[in-house]
């Protein structure tokens, strides 16, 4: 091989290398709001079916506790994208001047949640609740507000009692400190399915929030602004991660798998939370987000339109 | 007050206020995000409305109250505890050790248990806050007791005081900066033990409205919610000095 060959080959090599970064995926950090329940396992399901990969993303996943620390991970840009946040919290944020947007939803409605009591109790439904104690997690919450609508629907005026999540409900009411206790599918099914609990009733019947968009998958804008491409993908992504999550039962496997819980337990989980409620589009009834959100003090005043116009970005595209 | 003590106080509070001003001054310069870390003139001004929307002055009342209850509590368990492990040398080696790991114990993560145990009231956040209290002011005091001069005792002895003089006019007065590191450090673990489980299980106090504040991104009244925390904080410090000033006047 001559000097001149040497050298050229030599050169394209170096080329290739230094332009390989140029092919490597897009880099997405994700926060998922909270773990176990249902909702959450999508991204896994993006991530081990290789669907991120196939679309080019490098997707790296946390876990949040719910309430505001997931969204503030993204607030500070430390994250990307959160999974899953309650809605009324990014648009309590988005008031505030936080660089947050909306790409999609998450779920719309609150049927997943449920309402339960001991066996031996004598409330049979919500209606029963009346003059006894609801639990609901935290003040602000989607149970809070969940609770509200649902004594709303049923004509009912029950004690409202902040228990703060599953375990902590199951624990008071088991205790016999509270008539009733909440839960999401599929926690606490296992006390379900051996008789320690009795379900009253679910969050379907909180039937003014039904088909409200309740949680988001939202962005920082500054990142959103500079990886539009990027966002538009990860959407797609979304969409098919949730498409294969509902469609093969080798993910309810997975997904008992990897949070220890018993297949009995979540092989109804399609049902629990059905698909028509999970899609990642309409962004629905953020009118009455709005509202919602001003009458529980999350924001001073009403978004105009063009504030909820400048929140919403569906898939990732401009308003 | 003398020169000697305005001097300190004043620098100090020249410090802060040059701390709040360049705080200030970061968040007009974008520095840092207004999201995260509000203007002190905006903690400041969102005291009214606080005090209009979540009864701050009364959350105050409630916080300081329980940590005065459970640093009570932890004052009638802790010091006599201290004192039989003073006396009782086998049993002071003994469990010494065991009450610093258990100190070192982060006993606030215990709270569904506390919950069955005493229910979701302000007991739960007494007992929970007493514990991690109790265990520095037992430990202070025996130590605090065994580091008293031998030639103090000595000088009691030869002139023949009774017991109670000695440990009353000697021993005690000795002790007492010892014991009252092991209070100041148990009167703060026991307000951080229960502004945690306010914010934890939202049951009354600062803590629940810095909890509410925050999942509102109410920024500005999270700060002034915390502040109101530290002046509780500053209340048991400077109140257990004064004690402390009054047991040992020299």
Known sequence: MSKTLKTIAIAAAGVAVLSAPSFAADKVRLVNSTKVVFETEHPYTGLEEGIFKKHNLDVSVIHGSGGAASLQAVITGSQDVVWGNGVLGVVSAYAKGAPVRILGSNIRGVQDLYWYVKPESPIKSFKDLNGKQMAYSRPGSTTDLAARFIAEAQNIKPKFVSVGGPSGSRTQLMSGQVDSGWSVYPLNKNLLREGKIRIIGTGKEASGLNGVTIRVIAANVNWLNKNRDVAKRLMTAFKESVDM????????????????????????????????????????????????????????KLLTAAQLKELVHPMGNKP | MTRLHKVPVIVGLFGLLACAVLLELAVNFGWVMEIIVPRPTDTVLSFPSLQEDMDLVGNFFVTLGMTAAATALALLIGLPFGYFLYRREAYGVAYEGWLAAAFSTPIVLLYPLFLVIFGRNHMTLIVMGCIPGA??????????LLGVSKTLLNVGRSFNVSERDMFR????????????????????????????????????????????????????????????????????YWGFGRVEKWLRPV
């Open chain 2, 135 to 144: 265990i520095p002011i037992a430990i202070q005091t025996r130590q605090g």
């Open chain 2, 169 to 236: 006019k000697i021993m005690l007065p000795s002790a007492v900066p010892t014991i009252f590191t092991g209070i100041r450090i148990g009167v703060m673990y026991t307000l951080v033990n229960i502004v945690a489980i306010e914010y934890l299980i939202d049951f009354g106090g600062l803590g629940r409205i810095v909890s509410q504040m925050y999942d509102n991104f109410s920024i500005p009244e999270t700060y002034a919610a915390i502040v109101a925390v530290i002046l509780v904080s500053t209340f048991f």
């Open chain 1, 245 to 300: 999550t509902y469609s093969n039962t080798k993910r309810l496997e997975t997904y008992a798998k990897r949070w220890k819980l018993n297949f009995e337990d979540v092989k109804d989980a399609a049902k629990d939370t059905p698909q028509s409620i999970a899609t990642i589009l309409p962004i629905a009834g953020l009118d009455k987000i709005n509202e919602i959100a001003l009458a529980n003090k999350k924001i001073k």
